[in-house]
């Protein structure tokens, strides 16, 4: 297991600059089958890209992956995409568990707390935060009492608003 605790990763680097931990590392899986046209073995590298992912805070700092992202492309349709990162949430750049981390939180902490905590632009975390939330209340519904009252209303939309 590498320093990241997340598996498959090769951590190349490493480094605490003031309040902030940094990891330089890529993720050891490739991909094999194309996703455009499902292809398999007819992918080659094509360049790779650095991209920077905020992590779950440990010990007090703040923790980013500056990951080296393999783009690929496929002899047979001509696709070009990016190494698959399973462990990073999809359309944020941030780790799933930073994610977790940020959607558990956001109920009893501020956005601006959370966001010196981790990094994390404010906008960011409340847009994780709302679309949990848009995600999450059709299937609270059946639980909730026939006639709502105004102030349970109003305290569902100020913990996550
Ligand atoms: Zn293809």
Redesign the pocket.
């Known amino acids: 297991m590498n320093a990241l605790c997340l598996d498959d990763w090769i951590v190349t680097k490493q480094n605490v600059e003031g309040q902030i931990r940094t990891f330089q590392a890529e993720f050891g899986v490739m991909p094999d089958a ?1 996703p ?2 499902g ?1 398999v073995g007819r992918l080659y590298k094509h360049g790779a890209k650095e991209i920077e992912y905020k992590d779950t805070p440990a010990f007090g700092k703040k923790v980013v992956i500056v990951a080296t992202v393999k783009r690929f492309k ?1 002899r ?2 001509g ?1 070009t995409f990016m190494q698959h990162l399973p462990d990073i949430q999809p359309g944020r750049e941030m780790t799933r568990r930073c994610a977790e981390h940020l959607i558990e939180q956001c109920r009893e902490r501020t956005y601006a707390e959370m966001s010196r905590e981790t990094g994390v632009d404010e906008s960011v975390i409340r847009a994780l935060c709302n679309a949990e939330y848009e995600k999450i209340k059709p299937a609270r519904r059946p639980q909730a009492p026939e006639v709502l009252g105004i102030d349970e209303l109003t305290l569902h939309r100020r913990r996550f608003v």
């Open positions: 194309c455009k046209c292809v496929c047979e349709c696709a």
